[in-house]
């Protein structure tokens, strides 16, 4: 998943990275609220892990400034104030968890499934649509400007999860466990066999490519321009 991350201690930020990195996710570090706010606004992310007290602006004001302005990305807010009442503001200004600090990596890891497994059941619908590429989720077909795009079954899995991330990238990692349901790497190339099929298949009737390798992070669909 894609997180974007706004924690101002150094020492806890670089824990949090180096967990989630190891599970796969591709993570965004803002070290204050007013950058954090900024960068919220302006990127499409699955996840947001906002610390509560931030330099400049704190992490509830943005939390209400996404919610006021629509922005419904599910937020895991982490706290050193962890009584009941500090839970309770946090929820109440449009959290959707709380987690106090210290942080255990295994408890963040497995919150951020849940709201990654909510905010996939809230984002199902029956048709994705990124430029003049239709992917039809109930009959499995694609089309491009309207014309036909013959996939496997495992070619049409991988375009799916592309176009429900379209304009983000979707790491090795997502592509194993969504699509071959590996929780590893195990050092294969299956990946790049069907994508470079993909790609031969999407280029005989896009004239532009549609799916990029994003060097070191993984690939990214996108429109054509």
């Given at each position: 998943?894609?997180?974007?991350l706004?924690?101002?201690?150094?020492r806890?930020?670089?824990?949090?990275?180096?967990?989630?990195?190891?599970?796969?996710?591709?993570?965004?570090?803002?070290?204050?609220?007013?950058?954090?706010?900024?960068?919220?606004?302006?990127?499409?992310?699955?996840?947001?892990l906002l610390?509560?007290?931030?330099?400049?602006?704190?992490?509830l004001?943005?939390l209400?400034?996404?919610?006021?302005?629509?922005?419904?990305?599910?937020?895991?807010?982490?706290?050193?104030?962890?009584?009941?009442?500090?839970?309770?503001?946090?929820?109440?200004?449009?959290?959707?968890d709380?987690?106090?600090?210290?942080?255990a990596?295994?408890?963040?890891l497995?919150?951020?499934?849940?709201?990654g497994?909510?905010?996939?059941?809230?984002?199902?619908?029956?048709?994705l649509?990124?430029g003049?590429?239709v992917?039809?989720?109930?009959g499995?077909?694609?089309?491009?400007?309207?014309?036909?795009?013959d996939?496997?079954?495992r070619?049409?899995?991988?375009l799916?999860?592309?176009?429900r991330?379209?304009?983000?990238?979707?790491?090795?990692?997502?592509?194993?466990e969504?699509?071959?349901?590996?929780?590893?790497?195990?050092?294969?190339?299956?990946?790049?066999?069907?994508?470079?099929?993909?790609r031969q298949?999407?280029?005989?009737?896009?004239?532009?490519?549609l799916?990029?390798?994003v060097?070191?992070?993984?690939?990214?669909?996108?429109?054509?321009e």
């Amino acid at each position: 998943m894609h997180i974007l991350l706004v924690e101002d201690d150094p020492r806890v930020a670089a824990y949090l990275c180096k967990g989630l990195e190891e599970e796969g996710h591709v993570v965004d570090l803002r070290e204050d609220g007013r950058s954090g706010l900024l960068q919220a606004s302006t990127e499409r992310y699955d996840i947001i892990l906002l610390d509560r007290m931030l330099p400049h602006v704190d992490g509830l004001k943005i939390l209400q400034t996404l919610r006021a302005t629509g922005d419904a990305t599910p937020v895991l807010i982490l706290s050193a104030l962890g009584d009941v009442d500090e839970r309770v503001k946090g929820l109440r200004a449009g959290g959707d968890d709380y987690l106090a600090k210290p942080v255990a990596i295994s408890e963040l890891l497995a919150r951020v499934e849940a709201l990654g497994r909510r905010g996939t059941l809230t984002e199902e619908v029956a048709e994705l649509r990124v430029g003049a590429l239709v992917v039809d989720r109930l009959g499995h077909a694609v089309t491009i400007e309207g014309r036909p795009v013959d996939l496997t079954a495992r070619e049409y899995q991988i375009l799916e999860l592309l176009a429900r991330h379209a304009g983000r990238v979707v790491t090795r990692s997502m592509l194993l466990e969504h699509v071959w349901n590996y929780h590893f790497d195990p050092q294969t190339n299956v990946i790049d066999q069907h994508l470079s099929r993909l790609r031969q298949k999407l280029a005989l009737v896009s004239p532009v490519p549609l799916v990029h390798t994003v060097r070191g992070a993984g690939y990214m669909l996108r429109p054509g321009e």
